[in-house]
């Protein structure tokens, strides 16, 4: 996307407004510079690619302004993968800054996708994750930058709850899975369920389950992720997660501090709290668009 991503005048869909509200506020997000989480990776999906590496273990540290992500490590102990847009490119790199391997557009490397046979190569398989992870971590914030677009859709009825859902489209500068995606949130506008069809997997629906919210900076992050098949119907296939996503912890670097102070956030005692403390009461009576 755009190197400068200061948002602009938010989606005037009442549930965005209230979905950033709970997530710690975009007054709080405007003050972020960048984000470091340690993730945990597994799941049947990668050593199918021919990634058999079991779990994999990595620190993303991204930019909060602009689509500029590290992954380390990665291949190797003393290697890091660093992706950049405008233009896009994935490099793998030392860890004192000499480059091993750099691919320019790397998202039209891809071969045609079979999963009976086909492989993906580091470059690849290190574009996947940033660009997903970049896209991750800094939703729903993103959904304020500047050409995305927000509208909230009719609800879903999953097993015994209604959750509300946000059609969002991304702009082609934004490296992602692809540029439809929806989003689904529950009575406590955290989010629990995300569905798109990645462009490198043949468009193979996804729905994408999130769990166990948890605040981190004042900001609040799914930290369990499974990811399933979706048939035609909208319906998960959730017996199998072909990738799983745990996330650890969640360092955020802000430019000031939040106006909430540590002896205040000292004092909370759960720390799966599904709403920001500095948020407003929630009060929603409107209507899907």
Not at 18 to 38: I, M, P, Q, T, Y
Not at 119 to 130: C, E, G, K, M, T
Not at 135 to 142: A, C, K, V
């Amino acid at each position: 996307m755009s190197t400068s991503l200061s948002h602009e005048k938010p989606d005037r869909s009442p549930l965005l407004a209230k979905v950033l509200n709970a997530h710690g506020g975009l007054e709080n997000w405007e003050r972020v510079r960048s984000l470091r989480a340690d993730i945990v990776l597994g799941g049947p999906f990668w050593s199918m690619l021919g990634w058999a590496h079991g779990e994999l273990k990595l620190t993303a540290s991204l930019d909060a302004r602009r689509e500029h992500i590290t992954l380390a490590p990665f291949t190797a102990p003393d290697r890091i993968a660093v992706l950049d847009v405008e233009p896009e490119r994935l490099s793998i790199q030392t860890t004192n800054g000499v480059l091993v391997e750099q691919r320019d557009d790397p998202r039209s490397s891809f071969p045609p996708f079979d999963p009976r046979i086909t492989r993906w190569d580091p470059i690849q398989v290190a574009y996947f994750l940033s660009a997903a992870h970049w896209n991750y971590l800094t939703q729903p914030f993103s959904f304020t930058y500047p050409g995305v677009d927000v509208r909230e859709i009719e609800p879903w009825d999953e097993g015994d709850h209604m959750w509300r859902r946000l059609a969002v489209r991304f702009p082609e500068t934004n490296a992602n899975h692809n540029s439809d995606q929806v989003f689904y949130y529950d009575t406590d506008f955290m989010l629990r369920r995300m569905d798109y069809a990645p462009e490198v997997t043949a468009n193979s629906p996804v729905a994408h389950y999130t769990h166990d919210p948890k605040t981190f900076g004042g900001l609040v992050f799914p930290t369990r992720r499974r990811i399933h098949r979706r048939g035609t119907d909208g319906i998960a296939d959730q017996s199998l997660a072909a990738i799983t996503l745990d996330v650890a912890r969640v360092t955020v670097e802000a430019t000031r501090p939040n106006r909430q102070t540590d002896r205040d956030r000292s004092n909370r005692t759960d720390p799966d709290t599904r709403r920001h403390p500095d948020a407003a009461p929630i009060d929603d009576e409107s209507t899907p668009a």
